[in-house]
């Protein structure tokens, strides 16, 4: 007869464990993760006895896809290498770009800086100093098509990092794909549009919540036809991730924020079915290893059962939680930038074994700058010996199954819908934002990450210990003060050519249509077409609808 | 009794990155100070008004986006405008090593580096400020 597993655990502890801790205790006890989850010594077929196989884990690429959305997962193909990129004006931006398809990266990843993040053209006065910085500084189409010049529109997937401004950089990428002979239907690409994030943590918001969300609502319709192909949301955990929030709570949120869309477009007459498969997620993956893999399979799967139960979605691929992942910026120290490499390693090795669809990984010298050509090399690099070497791509979800990584799984879905339930309660995300409560759920566990550094509970390697005496790097990306003046002087020229009457008659449209319950995409689209500027477009729509400001 | 070490907090620019601005505007407090945290994508015009208005010590700067150079010097130069220069301005961020020299002559007292520990910064304060 077979031993009972509960009886020789209980041996084993009695035994062989007491024994050995009554001559060595542990390190720490508790042992726990980012998120309070604390840690068994050991999982065993125990933790994991309960679980129903087909329903909680079943098969890869079928409800609830714990296992991956992708039945062969990256056997087929690999997941996408995405390096988020931007800096200074489009000319130099444009040849990064095609430094990084040289080497081998597989899809673009702009980030534009501030100003156009925010809907300020580079000559207003709240410009100054941001111009070019963060990241690409686009005014006008003019620049969009520099941005794109020699790059086929039909053969790259691009994501952009736009919230408030999402629907004028779509417009502009579906100009510049026009002007390539390139119809919007085929066209491939992310726009972040993830508004609530904005005013949860990263604070490119320009609209008060509910004007923002209609705007988000009218490009889910606007793409359900036009561009069926895009994703017209990345619904974002990452930024929340990175002001410092747990793991538990980055799923909760960014689920919450998620349900938030869903309703929304549901409550303006969208079917679920008809947008639902278009919603992408993007997630941060910090330093703790099994954390972060049972974190990408929990929210897989909680997502999947919120698709079905609460929406009453039908089609399988409308429960299919997709997501980029990014190293943790926030990870990565000053002192000892090789050490950088090895962190971000380690966390694109755990988003791989989580199952990511793309990939970004930070580089070494990101405490410092913008990153240099050569450091962003070497994190792509990273990527590529994850995919190509280490043979963990060869199999699908290989660490599904291991007692531990099930067992945390089960124990974060858990957890993250707890919080998912208590913000229910509040009214949802909205209501929860504009309380501060999940601003205040993100201060408080980045305070108390911060005292743990502080108070040596948390050892960050180089940092608090195993310091050395070293000089500061000074190899470093800058962006030249002419950027601006560059930019501004462009934008000069671009307004002296166009014909402005047509911009001035395409802004009256969108006012109109903007106060109206119009789709406000497409006057924005003719708009841009005729080079109205960001921050003109950006403008008319302030005038309608107000701006936000932080409580 | 002596009166707390007042400190306002600020965001100058279009920057929303505001973990380390609120993680120090909290270590600040439990230290005992008063602290007035401005928020997000404040103008230079703003931060100093408020810091007159709020009858501050300190000015403390946090930039991640890389407009400390334009936006710093500003604070500075508006709080001298308004007779204010006996406020101490200091700053942090990510600020590359090779701009601190040129922050410092244009009047910011102190810049802290990415790693920088809270209990270095109570401690600046607390070395730094007049009459305490």
């Known amino acids: 007869m077979p031993k009972n597993i509960r009886d020789e655990f209980g041996r084993w502890e009695k035994n062989t464990l007491n024994k050995a801790i009554s001559k060595s205790p542990e390190r720490e006890s508790p042992f726990k993760t980012t998120s309070h989850i604390e840690l068994k010594r050991l ?23 714990t296992r991956g959305v992708q039945p062969t997962m990256y056997r087929g193909r690999l997941w996408t290498m995405r390096q ?25 990843s702009v980030a534009f800086d501030l100003p156009t993040q925010i809907g300020y053209d580079s000559d207003h006065p709240l410009s100054d100093g941001e111009v070019g910085k963060v990241g690409v500084a686009i005014d006008t189409l003019k620049d969009m098509e520099i941005l794109f010049d020699g790059i086929p529109l039909d053969k790259v997937s691009t994501s952009m990092t736009i919230n408030s ?6 417009a502009m990428y579906i100009a510049v794909a026009e002007k390539q002979g390139i119809q919007s239907e085929i066209l491939q690409g992310t726009i972040q549009n993830d508004i609530l994030k904005e005013y949860a943590a990263r604070g490119t918001y320009i609209y008060p919540p509910l004007e923002s969300m209609r705007i988000v609502t009218d490009i889910f319709a606007f793409c359900k036809d036009r561009a069926p192909r895009w994703n017209t949301i990345s619904i974002s955990g990452y930024h929340m991730r990175e002001a410092g929030c747990t793991a538990v709570q980055e799923v909760a949120f960014t689920l919450a924020d998620g349900m938030a869309y869903v309703e929304a477009a549901i409550r303006v007459g969208l079917d679920v079915d008809s947008f639902a498969s278009r919603l992408a997620f993007f997630f941060c993956c910090h330093n703790t290893f099994i954390e972060e893999i049972a974190k990408f399979r929990a929210a897989r799967r909680l997502w999947a059962k919120i698709m079905k139960e609460r929406f009453k979605a039908k089609r399988d691929e409308s429960c299919m ?48 700058a913008l990153p240099t050509e050569g450091s962003v090399r070497l994190a792509l690099r990273t990527q590529q010996l994850i995919a190509y070497e280490s043979g963990v791509a060869d199999m699908v979800d290989p660490l599904g199954g291991s007692y531990a990584v099930e067992a945390l799984t089960d124990e974060i879905e858990k957890k993250a819908m707890e919080y998912v339930e208590k913000i229910d309660a509040m009214g949802g995300s909205i209501k929860a934002i504009e309380s501060g409560y999940i601003q205040g ?46 930019q501004k002087k462009k934008l000069a020229s671009v307004k002296n050519e166009r014909n402005n009457l047509k911009v001035r008659e395409a802004l009256v449209v969108l006012k109109k249509v903007a106060q109206g319950t119009d789709n406000v995409v497409p006057p924005i689209l003719e708009a841009v077409k005729v080079y109205a500027t960001l921050g003109e477009i950006s403008d008319t729509l302030r005038e309608v609808f107000g701006e936000y400001k932080e409580r | 009794m002596a009166r707390k070490i007042r400190v306002l907090i600020a965001k100058p620019g279009l920057d929303g990155h505001d973990r380390g601005a609120k993680v120090i505007a909290r270590a600040l407090r439990d230290a005992g100070m008063e602290v007035i945290y401005t928020g997000i994508r404040q103008t230079p015009e703003q931060i100093a008004n408020a810091a007159i208005q709020e009858d501050v010590d300190l000015v403390g700067l946090s930039s991640l986006s890389g407009a400390h150079n334009n936006l710093f010097p500003k604070v500075v ?53 007049k009459s305490f």
């Open chain 1, 165 to 170: 401004t999402a629907a004028i950089l779509l």
């Open chain 2, 77 to 129: 130069q508006i709080l001298r405008e308004k007779k204010a220069e006996d406020i101490l301005v200091f700053g942090g961020g990510i600020i590359p090593v090779d701009d601190i020299a040129g922050l410092k002559k244009a009047g910011i007292r102190e810049i802290f580096q990415p790693g920088a520990s809270t209990e270095d910064i109570i401690k600046y304060i607390k070395e730094n400020v």
């Open chain 1, 43 to 65: 999982y065993t077929p125990l933790d994991v006895s309960d679980s129903d196989y087909c329903g909680e884990l079943g098969f890869p690429g079928e409800f609830p896809f």
């Open chain 1, 321 to 368: 939680l997709r997501f980029h992942t990014q190293t943790a910026g926030c990870s990565l120290t000053a002192q000892q930038p090789d050490n950088n490499v090895v962190r971000v390693a380690f966390q694109a090795l755990a988003a791989v074994f989580g199952g990511t669809q793309s990939l970004h990984t930070n580089s070494r010298d990101e405490a410092y």
């Open chain 1, 84 to 108: 988020y990129a931007g800096f200074a004006t489009p000319e130099e931006t444009n040849k990064r770009y095609k430094y990084l398809l040289e080497h081998g990266q597989t899809g673009l």
């Open chain 1, 441 to 486: 759920e993100i201060g408080e566990s980045a305070y108390q990450y911060q005292k743990e550094i502080e108070a040596k509970k948390r050892i960050i390697v180089g940092l608090n210990q195993f310091q050395i005496g070293e000089e500061p790097l000074r190899d470093i990306l800058r962006i030249k003060p002419e950027v601006e003046q560059y």
